[in-house]
Structures are given as structure tokens and as C-alpha cells.
């Protein structure tokens, strides 16, 4: 501290000192003040003006639309046998049993002889395509150690390579017609009749304990389930297996989901330390392995009503084929140490074929007669599409899924869950189209339909299953299920006949670039009762196809060993252990909506069908060391060297205790708390 003289001294000279710094700050701002250029100030937020130039006008708004100032003028007095002007009016949108007229444009055009009329425009149908590709590859290959019971596991490779094996089985026993998306175009004619000889062709395979049967032509209209004839196909939810119906019931006996649950516990549960009642989240009395209980589902429907008349007139070739291929492959080989045996399995190919027809019954068609003949139509309207016209529905699924699970298990609750399996996978597809109808089409080309299911399922379940100390209470293995369920349903018959002449006619007309047809083929007598007569005419190929692949693959090889030594006098508690029930399902439609129709054809017609099913349950031998004196070359391509040579033996491998090498307990803790 300074005295207060001298503080006095050195506030003072403080003070001059920032008084002197100011000063000189001062005397420095006002010299470089000085030296700037005198330019005026501007706004530092102001740019430079933008020039540019518009050398466009706008104009006001024009639509396009044209019409006359006044009415046209009436028909006034028409030469005798003279037809009016045609009338051109939009197609109807076609729905089953349904006949909509569509609202229309009215335009006044002068016809000839100084009479004016009026055209009905409207615009040709379109094309439709779509192209589904859905995947699924699901690996679940669990290893769960919860006790030290020495066991050794086969490594899931082996299971993965043999699962491949299988799968390579099963597709050179399915017949291939065709690989991806079809040709369309002008290949789509040759694809088709190609596709028609290999119909032709398909046979048995000739693989040992494989049950193949094959309908073709009339015969495969019906219902056929592994290879017999029924009245009714079986329905899913009567085959399902235990451990997942008992799961889907359960899900169905839930009550509304706005509601609140009746397991809700209150604002006080378990603040007295006890457990809530009725806890979802809480695991059943007693311990529950779930080692299977997996599900791989592809569904996919195709319901199309695009395109039909009651008349069609085909200058080239007629191809329709129905094609439903499935094949199944079912492989259990189980070892369960004593503890129980599989339960029966289930595997169905269940296909329908129909064709229906569009007319209602006899005793509801009845009515009054009408009186007098039926008029035939006056006017007419033609639409036209250079080119093709396509309708194609392409719809590919495939699931992959392995659960190849490895556990040693030790129980030290009260209650126990353990779930290694329960996966679920699905590939689900669902299509409508809805398009147009008329009263007549002719078509310059040829008319294709191909409607093709493919379907295969593979399914692998060779579980080992051994324990320690008490036998399982309850002990579910098998019980699996593959299905291919499919249908081929066609609302409308065709009838065929040779080419009339009136339509031959009128197509080369067309094909030359007519816009019109003439009274010979508007007043044929199967015209009868229609009012304005509407045409489509299509220069090209009229191609529809519906085409669904479907593949199931699932492996569920599991290996389980339950230590259950001093099990009863520690819990006393119910042991359930699942290993089989799992499931692949194919599900596949496609149903095409039209009406009855007479079909005039000036080449070939080609009309088929083929209903193929094949199916192989193995639960006692290894297919895959048999002999193969009838497969075909191709399927022998799918086959590996290995997949045909002699039997290795590895079915048999399954997880052994490894014996201790000192006699005393493996339970290091038993003495301890004894």
C-alpha cells in the first residue's frame, strides 16, 4: 500500500497518460480521414443494377378447345339405303358382368350430301406390365452355452452344404419352363410354342422314392391334391403344425386392439414386491425350448379382367396355356437320445384348374321374350393400336432361411424361455387390374395367353436332441408341413371357329390404314341387339402372361442337450422342448375375369394345359446316396459329384457327452452349496 500522497501522484499521472493515447488516436483517424477518395457514400447492401432482356411475350391462356358458334344443322332428307355417319364413342370400362359407358366428347363434323353428324372420340386401351422380384435370406444359427457339459456340436457349414445338396435335388426334378421375365415382342409367338413343346415333353424324372404326377390337355381342370383327384383342396389352417396353430389361435382370441388390454397392470402393481399378475412379457410356468417353429411364406395374387369381347377375330396363330408346376422335398432325420419320437409330418401339392363361364344359369337367365327380332347396330365406333398390346403380370419369390441352432442347456430358474427358432418370413404380392371391353376385336397378329405357377418347397429337419438326468416332460420334434397351394380360374369360355370372311375383310382394310369397317361385319347376325358396335383393332400381337415363381428353402438342424442332473430336486418344474414344426407355404393365384367369346382364327390354335406335381418324404435313407439311372442330362447338371457318390455317413453324426477325465462330479459348485 502507497501513502496517500504518492496514490494521488500516480492517479494523476495515469490519467495523462490515456488522455495523451486519446489525443494521438484522434490526430491519426483525422490524417487517414483525409486520404480517402471524396466518393459518395452508398448503401453497402445496394448491388449494381441487373440489365435484361425478355424478347417473349406472354399470350393468354388458349386450351385448345374448339368449338362451333351454332348447333349443327340437322339431317334434312337422306338418299333411300344411305347409312349415317359412324359414330366414334370411348370403350367402356370393363368390369365382370358389368356394362359402364363411359362419359364421351361430342364433335360436329360434316359427312357427305350436305348433312352434318356427329364423331364420339375416345382413346385406345394401353399396355400393362409389371415385374415383382422379392428376396428373402434369413440366417439364424444360434450357439447358446448355459451349461458345461462337454458336448461336441457338428458345425453348421455341414448342415448348409447339405441343404444345398437337397435344393439342387429338387430343381432337376422340376421341369424349367423358361428362366426370368418372358421374351415379348415378336419372340413372345416362338417362346410360346416352344414353351408349348416342352409341355409336350414333360415326364417323370425317374428319381428313386419320388411320387411325380402329370394331368395335361382337359384333364387338368380340376382339383388335384399329391396326385389324386378331390372335391374340395384342403385348407391351410386344418394342416398347420401344433406349435404354430396353437401361436395363430392365440393371436386370433385377442380382443379389440383400441381397448385396452386386460393384462394391463394398475398405477400400484408390484409396489409390494410381488410379481404382476397375467404378465404378457412373463414366461410360462416351467421351461420352454424353442429350437423350430420357423415359417417361410411367399404368397402372390394376380386377379386381371384387361381385356375381352364376345367377338375376336385372330388373323394369326391362338395360343393359351395353363401351366401349374410344384414340387416338394421333405428330409427329417432325427436322433432324440431316448427322449421322445417325431411327430408325423405333413406335405401337400394341392393345385385347381376351372374354367367357367360368364353366362348366368339356366333358372336365372329366364324372362320375358322379347318381342319381334333383335335390332342389329346402326352405328359404329373403331379404335386402333399399331403395334402390340401387352398385359403382362411377372411375379418372382424366393426365401432362403437357416435356423441351424447348437445349445447346451442348464435350468436354474423358476421359469424359463428360451426361443433359438419362431422366425417368420414372407414374401406377399397382390395385383388388380381392371381395364376394357368391347363388342368386337380384331387382332392383325397373333393372340398369346400363357398363365404359368412354379412352385417348390425344400425343407431340411434333422435335429439330435439328447439330455442328462431326467427325461423332457414334453417333447415335440417333427411335425413339419410344406404346401404348394395353387389356382388357374378363368371367367369366360372360348369357343374357336375358322376365319369369316367379313372379318378377313375388314382386318386387311384395317391393316392398310383404314379407320372404319363396313356394314358386312356390323350387321353380322352375332351383333344382334347391340346398339353402337364397338371395335378395337390391333395391328400387332395381343400377349397376356401371368407368370408366379415361388421357392421355399429352410433348414432347421438343430442340436440340443439338456443337462437335467438333480433337475427335479432343484425346480421340480415341467421341461417342453420344440425342435420341428416349422412350415413353407407357397400360395399362388391367378384368376382372369372376361366373358364367353367366339374367337374367328385364320392360323393355328394352340390350347393347353399341364398340371405337374412331384414330392419327396424322406425321414429313413439319404436320397442323395441312391442311384439316378432315369434323371435327365439337365438335371444331372444340378448335381454335384459329391451328391451322387456313396454315402458318407455323416447323417449319423450327432452331439455325444464328452466323458470327463476324472470320475468325480462335473458340478464344481454341488459341494459348496450342499
Do not use: C
Not at 198 to 210: H, K, R
Not at 325 to 344: R, V
Not at 596 to 612: E, F, I, M, N, P
Not at 635 to 653: K, S
Amino acid at each position: 500500500m502507497l501513502d496517500k500522497v504518492t496514490e494521488m501522484v500516480a492517479h494523476m499521472i495515469g490519467i495523462f497518460q490515456i488522455t495523451l493515447e486519446q489525443e494521438r488516436m484522434r490526430d491519426d483517424y483525422l490524417k487517414n480521414d483525409a486520404l480517402r477518395p471524396l466518393d459518395p457514400r452508398t448503401d453497402p447492401l445496394a448491388g449494381p443494377p441487373v440489365q435484361f432482356k425478355s424478347p417473349y411475350q406472354l399470350d393468354g391462356f388458349d386450351p385448345g378447345f374448339r368449338h362451333a358458334e351454332t348447333a349443327p344443322e340437322g339431317p334434312r332428307s337422306l338418299p333411300e339405303g344411305f347409312l349415317p355417319p359412324p359414330l366414334f364413342s370411348a370403350a367402356p370400362l370393363w368390369i365382370p358382368e358389368a356394362d359402364i359407358l363411359p362419359e364421351i366428347r361430342v364433335e360436329a363434323v360434316a359427312a357427305g350430301f350436305g348433312v352434318a353428324g356427329v364423331a364420339l372420340t375416345l382413346e385406345p386401351p394401353g399396355s400393362v406390365v409389371t415385374i415383382t422380384y422379392q428376396s428373402i435370406h434369413l440366417s439364424d444359427n444360434d450357439l447358446l452355452l448355459l451349461a458345461d457339459s462337454g458336448v461336441t456340436f457338428v458345425d453348421p457349414s455341414w448342415h448348409a452344404a447339405q441343404l444345398q445338396e437337397y435344393l439342387g435335388v429338387a430343381q432337376a426334378v422340376t421341369p424349367t419352363f423358361g428362366q426370368g421375365l418372358p421374351p415379348l415382342g415378336d419372340s413372345a409367338h416362338d417362346h410360346a410354342m416352344g414353351l408349348h413343346a416342352q409341355m409336350q415333353e414333360t415326364g417323370d424324372p425317374g428319381l428313386t422314392g419320388l411320387t411325380v404326377s402329370i394331368q395335361t390337355g382337359d384333364a387338368a381342370y380340376a382339383t388335384y391334391e399329391n396326385g389324386q383327384s378331390v372335391e374340395t383342396a384342403t385348407k391351410l389352417d386344418d394342416v398347420m403344425p401344433a406349435f404354430l396353430a396353437k401361436k395363430s389361435g392365440a393371436d386370433e382370441s385377442d380382443e379389440d386392439s383400441d381397448a385396452e388390454p386386460s393384462w394391463a397392470p394398475g398405477p400400484f402393481a408390484g409396489l409390494d414386491g410381488g410379481a404382476v399378475e397375467d404378465d404378457p412379457f412373463a414366461p410360462d410356468p416351467g421351461h420352454e425350448v424353442v429350437a423350430g417353429g420357423n415359417t417361410a411364406v411367399n404368397q402372390a395374387n394376380i386377379a386381371t379382367g384387361w381385356l375381352d369381347a364376345p367377338v375376336i377375330a385372330v388373323m394369326g396363330d391362338v395360343i393359351h396355356l395353363n401351366i401349374i408346376s410344384q414340387t416338394h422335398m421333405l428330409i427329417e432325420h432325427g436322433q432324440f437320445g431316448g427322449a421322445g419320437t417325431a411327430s408325423a409330418s405333413a406335405a401337400w401339392n394341392s393345385a385347381t384348374m376351372a374354367r367357367v363361364s360368364s353366362a348366368p344359369p339356366e333358372d336365372e337367365a329366364g324372362g320375358a321374350e322379347p318381342d319381334g327380332a333383335l335390332s342389329l347396330p346402326a352405328n359404329w365406333a373403331v379404335t386402333r393400336i399399331d403395334g402390340d398390346l401387352l398385359t403382362v403380370n411377372h411375379v418372382q419369390q424366393y426365401s432362403f432361411v437357416t435356423d441351424f441352432d447348437r445349445a447346451d442347456i442348464a435350468f436354474y430358474s423358476a421359469n424359463t424361455y428360451i426361443g433359438l427358432g419362431d422366425n417368420t418370413v414372407i414374401n406377399l404380392a397382390d395385383l388388380a387390374e381392371i381395364g376394357f371391353g368391347y363388342d368386337l376385336i380384331i387382332v392383325g397378329g397373333h393372340m398369346i395367353t400363357l398363365n404359368q405357377i412354379s412352385q417348390m418347397n425344400v425343407l431340411i429337419d434333422n435335429d439330435t436332441v439328447t439330455y442328462g438326468g431326467v427325461q423332457p416332460t414334453d417333447f415335440s420334434a417333427g411335425d413339419n408341413l410344406v404346401f404348394n397351394g395353387a389356382s388357374i380360374s378363368t371367367t369366360g369360355i372360348d369357343s374357336y371357329q375358322g376365319m369369316q370372311d367379313n372379318f378377313a375383310k375388314a382386318a386387311e382394310g384395317l391393316a392398310e390404314g383404314g379407320l372404319s369397317i363396313d356394314a358386312s361385319v356390323a350387321h353380322d347376325s352375332v351383333f344382334e341387339g347391340v346398339d353402337i358396335l364397338r371395335v378395337l383393332y390391333v395391328s400387332g400381337d395381343v400377349t397376356t402372361i401371368n407368370r408366379v415363381d415361388q421357392t421355399n428353402v429352410l433348414g432347421d438342424s438343430d442340436q440340443v442337450h439338456l443337462a437335467l442332473d438333480n433337475f427335479q430336486e432343484a425346480t421340480g418344474a415341467e421341461v417342453t422342448v420344440t425342435a420341428g414344426s416349422n412350415a413353407a407355404i407357397n400360395l399362388a393365384s391367378i384368376s382372369q375375369y372376361g366373358v364367353d367369346s367366339t374367337v374367328s382364327v385364320g392360323g393355328d390354335v394352340y390350347d393347353d394345359a399341364l398340371l405337374y406335381q412331384a414330392g419327396f418324404v424322406d425321414t429313413d435313407a439319404n436320397p442323395l446316396g441312391v442311384g439316378l439311372p432315369a434323371l435327365a442330362n439337365e438335371a444331372v447338371a444340378f448335381l454335384a459329384d459329391d451328391m451322387i457318390g456313396p454315402d458318407t455317413g455323416m447323417d449319423d453324426m450327432g452331439i455325444v457327452p464328452t466323458v470327463p477325465e476324472y470320475a468325480d462330479s462335473p458340478d464344481m459348485m454341488q459341494t459348496m452349496l450342499a
